[in-house]
Nanobody, 122 residues
Framework: QVRLEESGGGSVQAGGSLRLSCRAS????????MGWFRQAPGKEREEVAH????????NLADSVKGRFTIAQDNANDAVYLQMNDLKPEDTAIYYC???????????????WGQGTQVTVSS
């Protein structure tokens, strides 16, 4: 079972940046889809971004394209979410998620981090 550890959340002013990190351990398969979801109070959890650790395919939600990027560090089994030009509506708990799979298409994450709070003030 993949264990995920998140870090990097915090509070910033609008227009600022944060970098979230997710490190995976306890895995048995290096081919994983890994991504980030977020949930704000009163809203459904939504996917922000994902990538595949092996084939490099990635996807970003329309709401964050041009502002967020997702990248991986294969050597350390880490995935990062670089968040730039943050807006108050980005405020949410951000969760790292993973699934050991050969494809991200149609993925159903079955490993989750505990979440890290991102707060953006105006």
């Amino acid at each position: 079972q993949v264990r995920l550890e998140e870090s990097g959340g915090g509070s910033v002013q609008a227009g600022g940046s944060l970098r979230l990190s997710c490190r995976a351990s306890g895995y048995t398969n290096t081919r994983r889809c890994m991504g980030w979801f977020r949930q704000a109070p009163g809203k459904e959890r939504e996917e922000v971004a994902h990538l595949h650790t092996f084939n490099g395919w990635l996807n970003l939600a329309d709401s964050v394209k041009g502002r967020f990027t997702i990248a991986q560090d294969n050597a350390n089994d880490a995935v990062y979410l670089q968040m730039n030009d943050l807006k108050p509506e980005d405020t949410a708990i951000y969760y790292c998620a993973a699934q050991e799979t050969n494809f991200c298409a149609g993925w159903t994450p079955n490993s989750w981090g505990q979440g890290t709070q991102v707060t953006v003030s105006s």
